[in-house]
């Protein structure tokens, strides 16, 4: 099946700095990629869908200013967390389908970043 | 998107066959039936999908009545190894939909 990756797997960072997640398809081109969070003991939640090319299309509620997405090609999407707070702290996680998945709407997921605000 | 809902939680044995329903009212026309099985710490997988009747793969089968309203992922002869969060889901037939998450199915499987 289609490989998703995520780098970092973990991150430990200070309250008040950003930090850079990555999100790429390895074997497949993607123009529309999702990311989600997740938080101990409960469901994934869309935050907001990646278009290549474009501006991203976000959740009600999730801040555009707060978590900047930037999907600049067919393989790489980027959220980037600004001025991160304790409160942000999560399991961030993306998403993908390959334009070969025709004959069923399959999404493969990333493998999850660990984010942990001090 | 139609909402569905799904026991919070359930437990079976080892070489057990498990079946998770799930209730999904509101299904569309042009809605799928698509469960994804999540271990702690890692994404989401995708197990299986169907529009009506029976579909079966090497890991599970889905079994969804004519009305569509609701529908049963079967695990065969569950292992420890199953153990795990079962999301069902209903998604457009179209690769760049998205997926909204309902709460899960948490699935404890003992010796």
């Known amino acids: 099946g289609a490989v998703v990756s995520q780098h970092p797997s973990r991150v430990i960072c200070k309250s008040g700095t950003s930090v850079k997640i990555e999100c790429r398809s390895l074997d497949f081109q993607a123009t529309t990629m999702f990311w989600y969070r997740q938080f101990p003991k409960q469901s994934l939640m869309l935050m907001a869908t990646s278009n290549e090319g474009s501006k991203a299309t976000y959740e009600q509620g999730v801040e555009k200013d707060k978590f900047l997405i930037n999907h600049a090609s067919l393989t790489l999407s980027t959220l980037t967390v600004t001025s991160a707070h304790p409160e942000d702290s999560s399991f961030y996680i993306c998403?993908?389908?390959?334009?070969?998945?025709?004959?069923?709407?399959?999404?493969?997921f990333g493998p999850g970043t660990r984010l942990t605000v001090l | 998107l139609a909402k569905t809902t799904q026991p919070i939680s359930m437990d079976s044995y080892e070489g057990q066959e498990v079946n998770i329903t799930c209730s999904h009212n509101?299904?569309?026309?042009?809605?799928?039936i698509t469960w994804y099985q999540q271990f702690p710490s890692q994404g989401p997988r995708f197990i299986i999908q169907g529009y009506k009747t029976k579909v079966t793969n090497e890991v599970a089968s889905l079994f969804i009545p004519a009305d569509r309203k609701s529908s049963t992922l079967s695990l065969p002869r569950v292992s420890l190894s199953d153990t795990a969060v079962y999301y069902c889901l209903v998604v457009l037939y179209s690769s760049a939909s998205k997926i909204i998450f309902g709460s899960g199915t948490r699935l404890s499987i003992r010796p």
């Open positions: 509101n299904i569309a026309t042009n809605d799928y």
């Open positions: 998403s993908a389908s390959p334009p070969t998945s025709i004959d069923r709407n399959e999404q493969f």
